[in-house]
Nanobody
Framework: QVQLVESGGGSVQAGGSLRLSCEVSGDTYSTYCVGWFRQAPGKEREVVADTYTGGGKTYYADSVKGRFTVSLDSAKNILYLQMNSLKPEDTGMYYC?????????????????WGQGTQVTVSS
């Protein structure tokens, strides 16, 4: 089993910043896929960004490119999401998820392990 614990959510005004953290523990391989997802009220969950810890490009949703940045502390197995220039439409529950990579280090479209989520609220 893999455990993921998110933290860092909160309320901020538009234009502000937040940094989310996701601590990954448990039965993981040395390299794995991990990502951030969000779900706004009344909307489907969507991917924000994901990455393969073994190297390669990080995927970002078009809506967050240039504003959000993923970074990884490999020694601590902590994934960060730095969110700048926040907009009201960024409001939602943010989840961290992980899974084994597909062949070649590609990350899957569906993830197996999920955290409980952390709420982000951006007011205008």
């Amino acid at each position: 089993q893999v455990q993921l614990v998110e933290s860092g959510g909160g309320s901020v005004q538009a234009g502000g910043s937040l940094r989310l953290s996701c601590e990954v523990s448990g039965d993981t391989y040395s390299t794995y896929c991990v990502g951030w997802f969000r779900q706004a009220p009344g909307k489907e969950r969507e991917v924000v960004a994901d990455t393969y810890t073994g190297g390669g490009k990080t995927y970002y949703a078009d809506s967050v490119k240039g504003r959000f940045t993923v970074s990884l502390d490999s020694a601590k197995n902590i994934l960060y999401l730095q969110m700048n220039s926040l907009k009201p439409e960024d409001t939602g529950m943010y989840y961290c998820a992980s899974d084994d990579p597909l062949y070649g280090g590609t990350c899957p479209s569906e993830y197996t392990y999920w955290g409980q989520g952390t709420q982000v609220t951006v007011s205008s």
